[in-house]
């Protein structure tokens, strides 16, 4: 079966600490994206890739890193620059055309304490 | 940027209804999409429409979508439990290459 898979799903670290979100696709997609999502709130972008090796910020990068070493694979460092880390990470990809639809992972929730 | 506004925040119908949610966006689009999302869960594309198009259906969703009032509305007809989730409007504000989500209309079928 063709699809995202985000781990883990759950995932808890201590103030100061950098994490690694996983995010793999084996969908074929060139376009990969990680958004946020807030208790309530619609996602925010926080970064893009429409090719191995480049990507760009969204409107939230700051306190985060990625990169994109493989097509399939495209992991999320949430640092200890980030000021509010706990939120619910979704990463999904596409075809890079614009009017292709976005294919999402479940998530991971990410507490910071 | 925060591109979409779903209306109303919070939906509450009887299983058979019908239920429409509106998505209001800011700048001009190539096209527009409705995502779902179920609780805890990851969003699944529900229907995408281009910025030439007025209508269009799959199954029991219907969307609407007017470019010079930079609006959208989608239509889910005889409503069930199982469509509880909420609903997500998206726009590529002219990129081709980010999609801005709106804040999502939280739609409960009651059985």
């Known amino acids: 079966d063709g699809g995202i898979t985000q781990s883990p799903k759950y995932l808890f670290r201590k103030e100061g600490q950098n994490v690694t979100l996983s995010c793999e696709q084996n969908l074929n997609h060139d376009a990969m994206y990680w958004y946020r999502q807030d208790p309530g709130q619609g996602l925010r972008l926080i970064y893009y890739?429409?090719?191995?090796?480049?990507?760009q910020k969204g409107d939230i990068a700051e306190g985060y890193s990625v990169s994109r070493e493989k097509k399939e694979s495209f992991p999320l460092t949430v640092t200890s620059a980030q000021k509010n880390p706990t939120a619910f990470y979704l990463c999904?990809?596409?075809?890079?055309?614009?009017?292709?639809?976005?294919?999402f992972g479940n998530g991971t929730r990410l507490t910071v304490t | 940027s925060q591109q979409g506004e779903e209306d109303p925040q919070a939906l509450s119908i009887q299983e058979g209804e019908n239920a429409t949610m509106n998505c209001s966006y800011k700048?001009?689009?190539?096209?527009l999409q409705w995502y779902r999302q179920n609780s805890g869960r990851g969003l699944v594309h529900l229907i995408l429409i281009r910025s030439n198009e007025r209508e269009k259906h799959s199954g029991r969703l219907r969307v609407t979508l007017d470019t010079s009032k930079k609006s959208s509305s989608l239509l889910i007809t005889a409503s069930r439990a199982a469509d509880t989730a909420s609903y997500f409007c998206?726009?590529?504000?002219?990129?081709?290459?980010?999609?801005?989500f709106g804040t999502g209309t939280s739609l409960t079928v009651i059985p």
């Open positions: 700048t001009s689009i190539n096209n």
């Open positions: 998206a726009t590529d504000e002219n990129t081709g290459n980010q999609f801005y």
């Open positions: 890739s429409q090719i191995v090796n480049d990507f």
């Open positions: 999904a990809s596409s075809i890079v055309t614009g009017d292709s639809p976005l294919h």
